[in-house]
């Protein structure tokens, strides 16, 4: 079955840390990929995506590249901010495109 | 403005007494879900509907129930509540983009305390 399996948090670093969190995944077919972010107090907001392999999602400052091979998705960040302290959540969603898979999220925390 | 509703935001229940947590969305989705958020367990499917009247059970169905009349809505209905569902629910609706993937869009969660 369909399944995501994400670095267990969690995490804190300075500000200006480099960031990575870890995230695989079992799939049949293929799936798409996202990252979603859940800020305090509020619902998952879609931070990137990747349909398909090789292809890499990018948005403020955070970077995940879809790895077939590796059954990857892992998260990335150069410089962390403050105000990037939330939960994130790796996914899937399967090749017929409704049912999604997380995994159980990363809390990070970034102090000054 | 694309959203998905989710009321109430904070909800405090006694054991046994029925209780319903509405949804809607105004982007027109098929497809609509329930979760349930704990700690060191992240997201959880309860329920999903993949159109009116289509409702089936996700990996913990249990001690719920769903129903989807209108396209719009999708309420969670908790006949019994006990204890042990007290934890952070969330609705999601989502649809194929027509660009080869699926987009979910979640509500603001509704924290949900059976005494």
């Known amino acids: 079955g369909n399944s995501v399996t994400q670095m267990e948090g969690p995490v804190t670093l300075s500000e200006e840390a480099f960031l990575t969190i870890n995230c695989t995944y079992t799939?049949?077919?293929?799936?798409?990929l996202f990252w979603y972010v859940q800020y305090p107090g509020e619902g998952l907001q879609l931070l990137l995506k990747a349909t398909k392999a090789d292809d890499k999602g990018s948005n403020k400052g955070f970077e995940a590249t879809y790895r077939k091979e590796t059954t990857s998705f892992h998260l990335e960040k150069g410089s962390v901010q403050v105000s990037d302290s939330a939960v994130y959540f790796c996914?899937?969603?399967?090749?017929?495109?409704?049912?999604?898979?997380f995994g159980t999220g990363t809390s990070l925390t970034v102090i000054p | 403005e694309a959203q998905v509703t989710q009321n109430p935001r904070y909800l405090i229940t006694v054991t046994g007494k029925k209780l319903t947590v509405t949804c809607s969305q105004n982007?027109?989705?098929?497809?609509m879900s329930w979760y349930r958020q704990d700690p060191g367990l992240g997201l959880r499917q309860i329920y999903y509907s993949m159109n009116v009247e289509v409702t089936d059970k996700g990996d913990v169905p249990e001690g719920y129930k769903v129903s989807r009349k209108e396209k719009r809505n999708f309420p969670l209905i908790l006949e019994s509540p006990s204890p042990n569902q007290t934890s952070l629910y969330f609705c999601?609706?989502?649809?194929?983009?027509?660009?080869?993937?699926?987009?979910?869009?979640f509500g603001q969660g509704t924290r949900l305390t059976v005494v």
């Open positions: 799939a049949t077919g293929y799936p798409s």
């Open positions: 999601a609706s989502s649809s194929n983009t027509g660009q080869g993937y699926t987009e979910a869009f």
């Open positions: 982007m027109n989705h098929e497809y």
């Open positions: 996914a899937l969603s399967d090749q017929d495109g409704n049912q999604f898979y």
